[in-house]
């Protein structure tokens, strides 16, 4: 399974991608609202939203080029690692009872 993280700390990139990898995820993290984002988060299964860390411009962006129907979002005011984890495991969750 590969997600994107959007938004969170610089600080604790090395360790939301130690982390994903103890659940099985493969993690693409983007902080920062980076020239030609959509395109290079790429072909996700899910993505994460670290809403207290990120512009609104970034969140509309990600809204708009990954609707809900192609890729589903979860969307979390904490940026700790420990939210992370929480969320991909119900991500993993949803996707084993397939759903979207």
Known sequence: MCVALIGGMDR???HY?????KVGVQLRVFTKLEKDT?????DVDAIVIFTNK???????TIKKVYPIKKCPYMMCHS???SSLIKC?????????KGGR
């Open 12 to 14: 604790l990139k090395k």
């Open 17 to 21: 991608v130690e982390e994903a990898k």
């Open 38 to 42: 959509a395109k290079k988060i790429g």
């Open 54 to 60: 990120i512009s609104h411009e970034l969140k509309l």
């Open 79 to 81: 940026c700790g690692v």
């Open 88 to 96: 991909l495991e119900s991500l993993k969750k949803m996707k084993q």
